[in-house]
């Protein structure tokens, strides 16, 4: 069991020790440690089970620290940075030396992050080192969005998780980079691709995820799986009435054919960034009700709608 509490100096002495902690953001927690330490670096890597070839996003305070740890800085994405953060937008740039290269699993370029949650801010501006934290969940599992999810899931290997209350944004970064002169998504997260279109001239690309050959791993089909079976309500016949079997997770509408104890709605409201900060909650929820099946519902596709798609879509995946 970790201890869960809000306190930054035992945050600092475990981070110093070369521990552990879990880390509270707007987007997800995180699971983090020293990001200059090759050890920290590998104890990430084997807490979450996660492959080493899955870089992980380092986080720190303010642009002045992120140059410390760059060769270039595009203007395109200063300007990004500037608007955005600190926020959940994480920006691939061209790594120095000073990033060991089991961060970014050899690749060229580094994710930075500068997250918005005041508790992390006050952490980070505290250490003499920026965290290297990847989401607090198991490899290919829902992120966390509250200590509790830390707990149930990594209370067993870690001492201590900073508890900053429930995520806002409830969705990871959305993380961006440069390709020649354009502007790519490499994740839908936290910062809708309508807002950073209307922030910048270049024109923004979002990349298909690939299976095979992932630029950013995050982007495997797999990801985001919980334990039931998912399904596309587009599926659901009507000739179906096992109600002890079958759910729903929605948008803001119940289904009228299914009794309301079965179905959980993202937003009561009709708001897509309602529904991102409920969507992995829900996710976890579902696997306490008795039916094994759950049919579910896209939201509207605009707004953080689009990264709660994708989340969905992949966690309907199955391999
Ligand atoms: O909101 C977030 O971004 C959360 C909080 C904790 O900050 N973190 C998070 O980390 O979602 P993680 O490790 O679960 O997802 C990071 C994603 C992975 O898909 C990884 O492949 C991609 O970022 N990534 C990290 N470094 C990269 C790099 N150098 N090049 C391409 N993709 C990278
Ligand atoms: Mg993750």
Redesign the pocket.
């Known amino acids: 069991m970790a201890i869960i509490s809000a306190d930054i100096q035992i945050a600092r002495k475990e981070l110093a020790s070369g521990n552990l902690i879990g880390f509270p953001?707007e987007?997800?927690?995180?699971l983090a440690g020293n990001a200059l330490s090759v050890e920290s670096i590998l104890k990430i890597f084997k807490t979450k089970n996660r492959p080493a070839f899955?870089?992980?996003?380092v986080?720190t305070h303010s642009l002045d620290e992120i140059k410390k740890y760059i060769s270039e800085l595009p203007a395109a994405l200063a300007e990004l940075i500037e608007t955005f953060t600190p926020g959940?937008l994480?920006i691939?740039l061209p790594k120095n030396y000073l990033i060991p290269d089991i961060v970014?699993s050899g690749?060229d370029?580094?994710?930075f992050?500068i997250?918005s949650h005041p508790l992390a801010l006050e952490l980070l501006r505290s250490l003499d080192f920026p965290l290297a934290?990847?989401?607090a969940n198991p490899f290919g599992y829902v992120?966390p969005t509250c200590a509790q999810h830390v707990e149930d899931q990594l209370g067993e290997k870690i001492n201590y998780i900073l508890d900053g209350g429930s995520c806002n944004v409830g969705v990871?970064?959305t993380?961006i980079g440069t390709e020649n002169n354009d502007l790519f998504v490499?994740?839908l997260?936290?910062i809708s691709v309508e807002a950073l279109q209307q922030s910048t001239r270049s024109k923004i690309i979002v990349k298909e995820h690939s299976t095979s050959n992932p630029?950013?791993?995050?982007?495997l089909l797999s990801h985001y799986s919980p334990k039931k079976r998912l399904l596309p309500v587009t599926s659901l016949t009507d000739k179906i009435s096992d109600f002890d079997k079958i759910g729903f997770i929605g948008f803001d509408k119940y289904l009228k054919a299914m009794p309301e104890a079965n179905q959980l709605l993202l937003s009561t409201a009709g708001s897509t960034t309602e529904a991102a900060k409920n969507l992995f909650r829900t996710l976890r929820e579902i696997e306490k009700m008795p039916q094994q099946t759950f049919y579910v519902s896209s939201v509207p596709n605009e707004g953080l709608g689009r990264a709660v798609n994708d989340r969905l879509k992949r966690a309907m995946h199955q391999d």
Do not use: C, N, W
């Open positions: 953001t987007t997800v927690y995180g899955d870089p992980l996003i986080h959940p994480t691939l970014t690749l370029r580094v994710a992050r997250p934290a990847p989401s992120s990871e970064s993380i490499y994740r997260g936290g630029s950013a791993p995050g982007m």
